[in-house]
């Protein structure tokens, strides 16, 4: 078992054509073969893969054609927003946003359009999730990581990475990671995926990846006191971060004071949730 | 990207939102001349991108022409918390009855533009939240919708303002809300919004900041940046599409990822070590940029050592391994580097720099030691 994507899973790619996007639809294909379409505007009839895969106009005359349920897009950042309007507008019931730096102002409307349409949203500014041997939506490498009962949840991507990499050298696999994105306003949380492993009945024990910036974590962490019975571990990013400075992703900023690593720190660990001094502790902790 | 008061308010300004009479100067005879045309007596503002910039004395005021322009003088040769005076404003003084404040940003918690008001204006937002929080009054926005009239009214209503004011108040929210949405700002504050003793209402000072993500559809901004406030190295590096950030340490970083560019500092940090800065590398670490992250980490005198640490997903550490030595072969230079490969080939990447002058890791706590030993005069 696993959440969100399965090899049941059926893949829209939304920028096909594009080099970033051919590229990862590529990986993700040879994955575990549940590229089912590409869209790329001006492109219907095209064919891509060794003529396996069509390329539609569009996300709702793709979805006719090929049944595709996940979309996870790859287009520049003008046009990512419509590029998700376009998903929900089309009934997808996930979509998957790779795309760094789209404006704040885009993003409160498009959150607030998908929810009314029912579609959940993973990123933007995000590597995406894999279900190991099943699905993989968006950029986190196959290689990396194995079939397994640990959850895996991040705010960012070559820390989770290495989080991955370190479990399995040590024979741990996850049953999905999820990266929801650096940005300050995003898709699913924290929370909603935390109930999404609570659950699922194959995924045992949870990991949490945060960083400076925001109250997601602080969020999380009352949650966890409330609902979860499973055991997470957690990494909080940027213990040394100065104040006032993005590092990096847009949502990374200590404002006012407020979202330090060290007020995240506290709130998981007053809550039971183990925390790990360095990336490659998470894999040790998970261990014993 | 943050806007100074005198550049927020003209952007307001276009939005209908009253302001006082004025004009920034850049010379001291300037400022007599403007004072002058708004007939003696006025206030005297430093432009510098911090707050407390009237305690800083960084905002004086002049009763007539010649005071103005040595009290100009005075303030154009001040540092006010290590930024350089370039710019005054210089307004006409009103009397003010009331103080207000009004602002309108991003909630990252509800997803929504939030309006915050309060009848204490004038001082920090964050002290009235803390001293009187009942005393703010925040409504949220339907990104969708707008701001509606009915919402505009509730504002009016929880800052108690009285009945008199209201139609200047909602012309002056409806601009501020439109030059928010219109510019891409995070942040759009007035503080304070003063009531006159004519009973005008006049936004005394301004502040906005505009999200980086939207610049591309502003390019006209592009000219209100200031430099003073971003160390050269971090203006270079943005050049090369390189993230960086200048710290105190001696112990250079260069990551590829944020996150884990962060949990790199954090390490280094946990064995006593201090990195002299954050830098992403981004994916797809070629030659060219990684020579430009090295020259921009050894721009900064402090660094004793380099630690690099990248994962290789999709980027190749082979390929990052000899990026990293055509690199080091253009870049010259005495101080020592860790480097840590691992994911996709690594083992090859390690192999290439093995006879090199580069000190390897398997692991992210093995280089951190190795880094801040070197660090401190230790040998590796």
């Not at chain 1, 990096?248 to 506290?266: F, L, R």
């Not at chain 2, 952007?11 to 850049?26: E, L």
């Not at chain 2, 964050?126 to 009239?149: C, H, M, R, W, Y």
Request: include cysteine.
């Amino acid at each position: 078992m696993s959440i969100l994507v399965n090899k049941y899973s059926r893949i829209l790619v939304q920028g096909i054509t594009g080099n970033e996007g051919n590229f990862h639809a590529w990986q993700m294909y040879q994955y575990a073969n549940n590229v089912v379409a590409g869209v790329t505007p001006g492109k219907g009839g095209e064919w891509v893969f060794e003529g396996k895969v069509p390329v539609f106009d569009s996300v709702k005359v793709a979805k006719e054609a090929t049944g595709a349920n996940v979309s996870v897009i790859f287009v520049p950042a003008h046009f990512a927003s419509d590029a998700m309007l376009e998903a929900a507008d089309a009934g997808m019931e996930l979509i998957v946003c790779i795309t760094e730096g789209i404006p704040v102002r885009d993003m409160m409307r498009v959150r607030k359009y998908l929810d009314q349409k029912g579609s959940k949203l993973i990123g933007p500014n995000c590597p995406g999730l894999i279900t190991p041997s099943e699905a993989k939506v968006g950029i986190i490498p196959g290689n990396i990581t194995m079939p397994g009962n640990v959850g895996v949840i991040s705010r960012s991507g070559t820390l989770t990475y290495e989080v991955l990499y370190a479990m399995m050298l040590l024979g741990i696999g996850t049953s999905t990671c999820v990266g929801i994105g650096g940005d300050p306003i995003s898709g699913l949380s924290y929370i909603d995926l935390l109930e999404m492993f609570e659950i699922d009945p194959l995924t045992d024990q949870i990991v949490l990846i945060g960083e400076i910036g925001g109250t997601d974590e602080q969020q999380a962490a009352d949650y966890i006191s409330r609902y979860m019975t499973k055991p997470v571990v957690a990494f909080i990013a940027g213990q040394s971060a100065p104040p006032g400075k993005r590092m990096g992703h847009a949502g990374a900023i200590i404002e006012s004071g407020s979202g330090t690593a060290e007020e995240k720190i506290k709130a998981l660990q007053e809550v039971g949730v183990q925390i790990a001094r360095h990336p490659e502790e998470i894999a040790i902790i998970l261990n014993r | 990207m943050k806007l100074h008061e005198y550049q927020s308010k003209k952007i307001i300004d276009r939005f209908d939102v009253p302001i006082p009479k004025g004009r920034v100067a850049n010379i001291a005879s300037e400022a007599k001349q403007i004072a002058e045309e708004l007939g003696g007596r006025v206030v005297i503002k430093s432009q510098v991108l911090v707050g407390g910039r009237g305690k800083a004395g960084g905002i004086k005021l002049a009763r007539d022409p010649n005071q103005a322009k040595e009290l100009a003088t005075e303030i154009l040769g001040m540092e006010i918390k290590g930024l350089p005076v370039r710019k005054i404003l210089v307004d006409e003084i009103v009397e003010i009855d009331q103080e207000i404040y009004l602002g309108i940003t991003n909630d990252r918690t509800c997803r929504q533009p939030i309006v915050i008001a309060s009848s204490s204006g004038g001082i920090d937002i964050e002290e009235v939240a803390q001293i009187s929080p009942e005393k703010i009054f925040k409504l949220t926005i339907d990104p969708l919708l707008g701001l509606q009239d009915f919402q505009v009214r509730d504002i009016a209503l929880g800052i108690d303002l009285r009945r008199e004011y209201w139609k200047q108040f909602i012309k002056i929210l409806r601009g501020l809300y439109r030059a928010y949405l219109e510019t891409d700002a995070t942040l759009a504050e007035i503080n304070p919004l003063v009531v006159t003793k004519n009973k005008r209402l006049i936004a005394l000072d301004a502040k906005m900041i505009i999200d980086d993500n939207a610049l591309f559809r502003h390019p006209e901004m592009m000219e209100l940046r200031d430099l003073d406030v971003e160390a050269p190295a971090e203006i270079e590096a943005q050049k090369y599409g390189l993230s960086y950030i200048k710290l105190d340490g001696d112990i250079g970083c260069m990551v590829n990822g944020a996150g884990l560019a962060m949990a790199t500092m954090d390490i280094i940090s946990q064995f006593g070590g201090k990195p002299s800065n954050f830098l992403d590398i981004g994916g797809g670490a070629g030659a060219t940029k990684v020579a430009a992250a090295l020259r921009i980490i050894l721009s900064d005198p402090n660094v004793k050592v380099i630690l690099i640490n990248i994962f290789g997903g999709i980027t190749r550490c082979d390929e990052v391994a000899k990026g990293l030595l055509s690199a080091l072969a253009d870049v010259k230079t005495k101080v020592p580097v860790v480097v840590r490969l691992v994911g996709t080939n690594a083992e090859e990447g390690l192999e290439l720099l093995v006879n090199e002058k580069i000190q390897t890791a398997n692991t992210l706590v093995e280089a951190a030691k190795i880094a801040v030993r070197l660090s401190t005069g230790g040998a590796a």
